[in-house]
């Protein structure tokens, strides 16, 4: 298999499970939670940011070695839009991240069947990524099928 077709793959599956992870931790997430339940949806987020992560990288890689070459990619609005979305939503995930570590922090110190509450914003934070993640896919379509191309 070609080093150019792993990198797409590896891309394709680190979305889909970024995706999916963030999908788990809208489900889980809920008002009051229990220790374990903190634990878990951490767990969840920490494998949403790895997956990000390697997102960004083969993406990168796409665009400087593997794909149709930088220029294409920096002449095209909808890899500005796909990428700048992409940014968007990882600064969105701050939050979540930032909240669900705080409470595992403090989740230490609840008794047998003690309970945190999440802050009310952490579901229309994690909404809003998923309205982000989403619309990522369409700007990549638009941009393989060679659309919005600057002069």
Known sequence: MSAEISVT?????SFMTLFAALVAEHLLTKKP???LEIRRVTIIDAI????????LATGLMKVFRYGKGAEYYLKAWPFHAKFSIFIVVAL?????????????RKSAELTEGGRLTVP?????????????ILLIPLFATLLARGAG???
């Open 9 to 13: 793959w590896i891309h394709y599956v």
């Open 92 to 104: 969105l995930s701050l939050y979540p991240t930032i909240v669900f570590l705080n409470m595992r």
């Open 120 to 132: 009310p914003g952490i579901k229309h934070a994690i909404r809003l990524e998923l309205i982000g």
């Open 33 to 35: 939670m229990t220790a």
């Open 149 to 151: 191309q600057f002069e």
């Open 48 to 55: 949403y940011g790895c997956a990000a992560i390697v997102v």
